[in-house]
């Protein structure tokens, strides 16, 4: 999730690194009204019990995220994450 486009906030190289990697890269942009959703991530990721979540992030975005993915029965121990706090 970022505000504004992809190309915007990562180097073009992220998407070939992520498939190099076998990386499926997700990206929602608040500025076009893209939030993190239970809905979101069902329509956009199919068979949820066969995927891991990473997350990069504050605290309480990540908590909301985890309680999103609890809400839709996700096994959390799929959930990887590391916090961080803005200053």
């Known amino acids: 999730c970022t505000k504004g486009a992809l190309q915007l906030q990562f ?25 993190f959703s239970p809905d979101i ?7 949820l019990s066969s995927v891991s ?9 990540r908590a909301n995220i985890q309680s999103t993915l609890e809400a839709i029965h996700f096994n959390t121990g799929h959930f990887h994450y590391d916090n961080f706090e803005m200053r």
């Open 11 to 35: 180097p073009d190289s992220l998407q070939q690194a992520c498939d190099a990697a076998g990386v499926s890269l997700h990206h929602l942009n608040s500025d076009q009204g893209d939030y």
């Open 53 to 61: 979540v990473w997350f990069c992030g504050p605290s309480a975005f």
């Open 41 to 47: 991530l069902k329509s956009q990721i199919e068979g």
